[in-house]
Each structure stands twice: as structure tokens, then as C-alpha cells.
């Protein structure tokens, strides 16, 4: 059984960083792309990052310039980088992994709560 193990949320303050980090328990052929999605209450589960086998990045706009996803293909982990963080980045945030074609999955973490707040 495939799991994702995430750690790094916790309570920061406006214009802190924090740092999420996703680790594939379990053995899998390598995911075509890692990513992280967020849910704040009351509101849909969006796309932060992704970030494909070959280092090909996508951000949502409301995170460009400010965190910084990146994958170690090797150890099967991602993690991600979160600067300048506002209290409107508040939120779950769940690591993502999927495969398409043989072998395929998409599986979810458990999510980690971050929470931006003076």
C-alpha cells in the first residue's frame, strides 16, 4: 500500500517561511508528476505547484515568486518551499503523486495544516 507521508505545516507569521515535505512510503514506479494542492475552509482544493520527472514547473498565480517546488526523482520526495507567507495562504495543503499509463495511481497525503497569522 502506497503512502504519502507529508510534514512542515505549522503556524507562521505574515512574512515567514515554511518548508513541506512529501515522502512516498511504499514501492512505486516514479510518479510523472508531484504536486501540492491546498483547501482553505469553506473553499475548493486548488493547485499550488507541480512539478514533472523531468523538472517542469507550474504554479498557481497567487504563489509565483514566492514558493518554490522541487523533487528529489531518486528518493521519490518533494517538497516545497513557501516564502513571504501571507494569512491568505492559510490552508490544508496536500502532496499529490500520479503516474499515468502502465502502472498508473493518484494518490493523496493526508494533508498538513499551515497556518499564516500574527
Known amino acids: 500500500q502506497v503512502q504519502l507521508v507529508e510534514s512542515g505545516g505549522g503556524l507562521v507569521q505574515p512574512g515567514g517561511s515554511l518548508r513541506l515535505s512529501c515522502a512516498v512510503s511504499?514501492?512505486?514506479?516514479?510518479?510523472?508528476?508531484m504536486g501540492w494542492y491546498r483547501q482553505a475552509p469553506g473553499k475548493q482544493r486548488e493547485l499550488v505547484a507541480t512539478i514533472t520527472s523531468g523538472g517542469i514547473t507550474n504554479y498557481a498565480d497567487s504563489v509565483k515568486g514566492r514558493f518554490t517546488i522541487s523533487r528529489d526523482n531518486a528518493k521519490n520526495t518533494a517538497s516545497l518551499q513557501m516564502n513571504s507567507l501571507q494569512p491568505e495562504d492559510t490552508a490544508v495543503y496536500y502532496c499529490n503523486i500520479q503516474r499515468s499509463g502502465f502502472g498508473s495511481y493518484d494518490v493523496w497525503g493526508q494533508g498538513t495544516q499551515v497556518t499564516v497569522s500574527s
Open positions: 511504499g514501492r512505486i514506479f516514479r510518479p510523472n508528476v
